[in-house]
């Protein structure tokens, strides 16, 4: 057997950082949608700051593209569509054959967490509704919560988002952020509206697409990135083309992309921008730490008095490395960095170049620093952003 090809610990971050659209030039033909294709999953969530994090995603990779232009991009001509992977993600279309195994899992499962008192009356009047008026949000269903608490949801909300969970429903679009819900044979196109493939083969080519977006990947990487168990990525990941690897400082095994493998020599700008927490460069953790020595914590759901960096710290990308941190907010046409960390002086000016074009992309014509801690670092930063 041959030994697996070795890398060191800077050649897998630009591995990293190529794979994920962050060195060279990003596929601007393909634009929005060739990230969707290239990452595999974007992730959504409800906190919105600068922007939600599902826009700040091609921001970050292709700069200042407009955020009507995001939402477009992503919610029309049945491009794509929300589903369970890493967490609530923007999926490619082309991907709804390959969750089967998660839809026949939450079929057999039998149940979400919120129970139906009467699941096929309340099933049936959900799927009539939306053959004859959808596609439908599920306040046009007829509501979406009890009166209660957020978690005190209706018996249609429920029925609808089992429904989604099982495949017969699927949301193509977010209006709102509200989920529209629709039929899965209306909304997904007919080469693709199948659930013929098993669990095996479901498995290897997520694993794969997981291999072809992070560049290089652990077995803990693999399983993470959609979210699927260990031995899951065991039993399929000698049949996805992924190589062994080994990468300096790293520990553990390692598969790599043939295509990144080969693309190691090429040379190209790195891109200077903010990330959302979010993003799939960094949603995990324990791999931000590993690849960028960086450890990066959400804190939105941190009491205030506890933060270290703040409600919705974005890590400063530069020149392949994450070398600081802003907490950004907006005050009328201002962008405020409510409380900024940098690692060094040298990190001054691609903070200050990340903040005004990320200013400038949400309409803002001035940026203000508000605290970073070191005296000298302030100054120059606000000297920077003047």
């Keep these: 057997m041959n030994k697996p090809a070795s890398l060191s610990a800077g050649e897998a971050r630009r591995m990293a950082l190529r794979a994920q659209g962050f060195l060279g030039a990003p596929e601007r033909r393909g634009g929005v949608r060739g990230i969707l294709r290239r990452l595999g999953a974007v992730q959504l969530d409800t906190i919105s700051v600068l922007a939600r994090s599902h826009e700040l995603i091609p921001y970050a990779r292709l700069g200042a593209v407009g955020r009507t232009a995001v939402e477009t991009a992503y919610w029309t001509e049945n491009h794509a569509f929300e589903y369970w992977s890493h967490a609530a993600c923007i999926l490619p279309v082309e991907e709804w054959p390959h969750f ?173 921008t903010l990330l959302s927490p979010f993003d799939s460069l960094i949603w995990d953790r324990p791999r931000t730490e590993r690849i960028f020595g960086f450890t990066h914590r959400l804190e939105a759901y941190v009491p205030k008095p506890q933060r270290i960096h703040g409600y919705f710290a974005m890590p400063l990308l530069a020149g392949g490395r994450l070398v600081g941190r802003a907490d950004p907010a907006r005050e009328g046409s201002t962008l405020i960095a409510r409380q900024v960390t940098l690692d060094s002086a040298r990190a001054v000016e691609p903070m200050a170049q990340a903040l005004r074009e990320a200013a400038q992309w949400v309409g803002c014509d001035s940026v203000r620093v508000e605290r970073l801690d070191d005296p000298a670092l302030a100054a120059a930063l606000r000297a920077a952003v003047a």
């Excluded at 819900?181 to 693709?192: C, F, K, S, W």
């Design 100 to 272: 089967a195994f998660r839809r026949r899992a939450r079929r057999a499962r039998g149940h979400r967490w919120h129970v139906l008192q009467d699941a096929e009356r309340s099933i049936a009047a959900v799927l009539d509704r939306l053959k004859a008026d959808g596609p439908l949000t599920s306040t046009e269903l007829g509501g979406a919560k009890n009166g209660g608490p957020w978690w005190d949801w209706s018996e249609t909300k429920i029925a609808v988002e089992w429904l989604l969970d099982t495949g017969d429903v699927v949301c193509a679009q977010r209006r709102g952020w509200k989920r529209v819900y629709d039929l899965a044979e209306r909304a997904v196109p007919d080469a693709l509206f199948h659930d013929d493939i098993d669990d095996a083969e479901c498995l290897r080519r997520l694993v794969a697409q997981a291999g072809a977006a992070m560049g290089v990947a652990t077995r803990a990487d693999l399983a993470d990135y959609h979210r699927v168990k260990g031995e899951q990525v065991d039993a399929v990941v000698a049949d996805t083309g992924l190589v062994p690897v080994e990468v300096e400082g790293w520990g553990k095994p390692a598969w790599a992309d043939p295509a990144a493998l080969a693309e190691l020599a090429r040379g190209g700008r790195h891109r200077t």
